[in-house]
């Protein structure tokens, strides 16, 4: 089945600055991968995803890029505001008709300094 | 716009005790996905539903069972409940078919206790 690994499980920077989280997948054929942002006792929130067809989304100050050949996704937010601390998820999924569930990632913590 | 709703939003329960969650997905969706989320862990998938079919089996241990009723809305069943039973559950709800078929959307989740 998929695995689904995730880098680093903590991240901390200064306000302004740029965070990026890594994940690489195993099964070749998931073709759908979403991000998903989790505050302490709340309910993930999808901020971002991207079909296998893309290589590249973004919305605003958050950004996704997919690298199907070696398997890896990863997310980029600008401009980081002390609002973005959460742990933040990343997921893979093989989608087809009403198949298919999320893996996920293990977490990494996000913390903004102001 | 209407999310999914669960309930209840907190249940403490005793060892050996049963326990039934709520989940009422969004409006039009037809498929439901059960999550367990232990204390600083991912969230693990146990079971989904698909027209009121099982569509999907994960780590769901046999004490627990699920179903999705005519109206699309399911219960998680959990019987003989273990205090490592005691987590966050959550129920994703999606639209097969849709435009954003894709998407799995979130409820807020039961916090479960088990003393």
């Known amino acids: 089945g998929e695995n689904v690994e995730q880098h680093p499980s903590t991240l901390s920077v200064q306000e302004g600055d740029s965070a990026v989280i890594k994940c690489t997948y195993s099964?070749?054929?998931?073709?759908?991968f979403p991000w998903y942002k989790q505050e302490l006792g709340k309910r993930p929130q999808l901020i971002i995803d991207i079909r296998s067809n893309v290589g590249e989304k973004k919305d605003q100050r958050i950004a996704v890029t997919l690298n199907k050949t070696a398997k890896h996704f990863s997310l980029h937010i600008t401009e980081t505001q002390p609002e973005d601390s959460a742990v933040y998820f990343c997921a893979a999924r093989l989608y087809g008709g009403s198949q298919g569930n999320l893996i996920f990632g293990k977490g990494t913590k996000l913390s903004v300094k102001p | 716009a209407a999310g999914v709703i669960q309930s209840p939003r907190h249940l403490i329960k005793e060892k050996r005790e049963t326990a039934t969650l709520k989940c009422y997905p969004i409006?039009?969706?037809?498929?439901v996905y059960w999550y367990q989320q232990g204390p600083g862990q991912d969230p693990q998938f146990l079971i989904s539903f698909y027209e009121k079919m099982q569509s999907d089996k994960g780590s769901i241990p046999d004490r627990f069972s699920a179903q999705q009723f005519s109206d699309y809305h399911s219960e998680l069943n959990m019987s003989s409940l273990e205090l490592g039973d005691s987590a966050l559950y959550f129920c994703?709800?999606?639209?097969?078919?849709?435009?954003?078929?894709?998407?799995?959307?979130f409820g807020s989740g039961t916090q479960l206790s088990v003393l």
């Open positions: 099964d070749s054929a998931s073709n759908y």
């Open positions: 994703a709800s999606s639209l097969t078919g849709g435009p954003t078929n894709e998407k799995l959307f």
């Open positions: 409006p039009r969706h037809d498929t």
